[in-house]
């Protein structure tokens, strides 16, 4: 009898350290099914700008992956104007519960020293998640400037101030504050043509109305390739692949960098195992021959990043894009 009491209390003790192994594992199995059960219904990815762009086309190659590897749709809704601002506004006051997703870009980072009045604060309000790539702008001259060089036009624009035209997309755009930042360098005396786009830039720029535009690079490659611009340099701190013989603006002035750059962020506040969700699969994407192959086509250069990565680098944007845009002057009320 004292032996079958010691074997049961040996079972019950036993049972009683297993349920307290379970019951210790409950929180750590509750926080996995938290993150299997996202997304358990469609997330929208907001650009600030319309489709067909590339910003557009960046969302609608990252929401098709996510689609793909978490098994709900990823749904790109296009709200344009204001320079990404009236997008970002509506994902800030979204519910951070990681189904609205915002596709970052460098204008978010220059928007913060342009606009006087923003009713948010991005560096704040929006949480990072994920890098996704950076394209390089390329400068590209018609080919009746007489300068085939990066140090040729600086001598020739100190030589004749304001005589070169330097057209963008935009007031505070990427390729504006590229120039801009070209100019704060370099020393060289140049006039900015401001248009509504990046296409009727290019189109006066081919015309010879302008001299130069930094212009993405998929957008002018054909043209250089037929000889109708002239390309001086790149702007990323190495050489594009789309581009293989042509130099980076940094060969002459050394540390410069600039480029359009895209990656993924949600209103303050999502859920870390949710942000850590997304980064996993988007870095994931980055990895995969396919997609890198597509991001590619786009000019492209795949960008993996944690999300303190990724905030890093946005703050450090903000920070020199600040300094560019003190030195032209640019403001929009």
């Not at 067909?52 to 793909?68: C, H, K």
């Not at 990823?74 to 506004?89: D, L, Q, S, W, Y």
């Amino acid at each position: 009898m004292v032996q079958f009491l010691g074997a049961a209390m040996m079972i019950h003790r036993r049972e009683l350290i297993r349920l307290a192994g379970a019951a210790a594992a409950l929180p750590a199995l509750s926080h996995v099914a938290k993150a299997q059960a996202y997304p358990s219904r469609p997330v929208r990815i907001v650009v600030g700008y319309a489709a067909g762009g590339g910003v557009d086309i960046t969302a609608r190659l990252i929401g098709q992956w996510l689609s793909e590897r978490l098994g709900q749709q990823f749904v790109v809704e296009n709200r344009p104007g204001a320079a990404t601002n009236i997008a970002t506004e509506a994902v800030v006051r979204s519910s951070p519960d990681g189904y609205t997703l915002l596709l970052v870009n460098a204008a978010n980072a220059i928007n913060a020293s342009v606009y006087d009045k923003l009713n948010f604060e991005f560096t704040r309000d929006i949480a990072p998640i994920a890098g996704v790539m950076r394209v390089a702008f390329v400068m590209v001259v018609n080919p009746s400037l007489p300068v085939k060089t990066v140090p040729e036009l600086i001598a020739y624009a100190k030589a004749n101030p304001r005589t070169v035209s330097v057209g963008s997309g935009g007031a505070g755009g990427p390729d504006q504050a590229s120039s801009e930042y070209f100019k704060m360098e370099s020393g060289a005396d140049m006039l900015d043509v401001p248009y509504r786009g990046l296409a009727p830039a290019l189109a006066d720029l081919l015309g010879g109305q302008i001299q130069l535009v930094f212009s993405t690079v998929p957008a002018a490659i054909e043209y250089i390739r037929g000889g109708k611009l002239r390309p001086l340099a790149v702007t990323t701190a190495t050489r594009s692949q789309a581009l293989p013989d042509v130099p980076t603006v940094g060969d002459f002035l050394p540390g410069f960098e600039s480029s359009q750059w895209y990656g993924v962020g949600a209103p303050r506040g999502t859920p870390a195992d949710i942000v850590a969700s997304i980064n996993k699969e988007i870095n994931a994407g980055l990895a995969d021959p396919n997609l890198q192959a597509r991001i590619a086509e786009l000019g492209g250069v795949p960008t993996p990043m944690t999300p303190g990565d990724f905030g890093k680098h946005i703050a450090a944007e903000t920070a020199k894009w600040a300094k560019v845009i003190k030195f032209a002057g640019i403001k929009v009320k």
